[in-house]
T-cell receptor, first 114, second 115 residues
Framework: AQSVTQPDIHITVSEGASLELRCNYS??????LFWYVQSPGQGLQLLLK??????LVQGIKGFEAEFKRSQSSFNLRKPSVHWSDAAEYFC????????????FGQGTTLQVKP | GAVVSQHPSRVICKSGTSVKIECRSL??????MFWYRQFPKQSLMLMAT?????????EQGVEKDKFLINHASLTLSTLTVTSAHPEDSSFYIC???????????FGPGTRLLVL
């Protein structure tokens, strides 16, 4: 069965430092991958997605992610974190077939130190 | 584009009453909408998939008689929590899938508190 693992439950970085959030997936074919961000008490906002093509994907708010098939990973990166980036981040993979269902990772809480 | 709204954003009700939550796609037609439940500090749990004009498909363990879902149009789905109890208190989030079938767009969520 397909699954998504976010190994880091909680990450703290200093403002201005670089960030990498890890995501590993289990999937037989080429996955459709997503990163979403959730601010406290809010819904999820799509940061970026990967379906095919260039394995380095650019998203909103200065985020990017790289699809690495050999490592079954889709890590999210940002070169310089802002205090407003503090939030919950979810990696997800689209379930195969036409259900449209997403399989979410457990989420990573990002805390930003001043 | 791809904006999804939810109403109400927050609701408090007494135990035993029913609560309806609306999910609307504002600028696109949503052939499919999804309803999730999220507990504090946890990931989203899919409750059901709602397709316009047909019955919702519920995930295992979700009581369909308790969580009534209606998807009457391509822009509106509703979730009714019937005879709500304190254990139904949670954060409910909807999402909608449009023409770009692979991508779900999420609403801002509804905080339900049952007293």
């Amino acid at each position: 069965a397909q699954s998504v693992t976010q190994p880091d439950i909680h990450i703290t970085v200093s403002e201005g430092a670089s960030l990498e959030l890890r995501c590993n997936y289990s999937y037989g074919a080429t996955p459709y991958l997503f990163w979403y961000v959730q601010s406290p008490g809010q819904g999820l906002q799509l940061l970026l997605k990967y379906f095919s093509g260039d394995t380095l994907v650019q998203g909103i708010k200065g985020f990017e992610a790289e699809f690495k098939r050999s490592q079954s990973s889709f890590n999210l990166r940002k070169p310089s974190v802002h205090w407003s980036d503090a939030a919950e981040y979810f990696c997800a993979v689209l379930q195969p077939g036409n259900t449209g269902k997403l399989i979410f990772g457990q989420g990573t809480t990002l805390q930003v130190k001043p | 584009g791809a904006v999804v709204s939810q109403h109400p954003s927050r609701v408090i009700c007494k135990s035993g009453t029913s609560v309806k939550i609306e999910c609307r796609s504002l600028d696109f037609q949503a052939t499919t909408m999804f309803w999730y439940r999220q507990f504090p500090k946890q990931s989203l749990m899919l409750m059901a998939t709602s397709n316009e004009g047909s019955k919702a498909t519920y995930e295992q363990g979700v009581e369909k008689d308790k969580f009534l879902i209606n998807h009457a149009s391509l822009t509106l789905s509703t979730l009714t929590v019937t005879s709500a109890h304190p254990e139904d208190s949670s954060f409910y989030i909807c999402s909608a899938r449009g023409l770009a079938l692979e991508t779900q767009y999420f609403g801002p969520g509804t905080r339900l508190l049952v007293l």
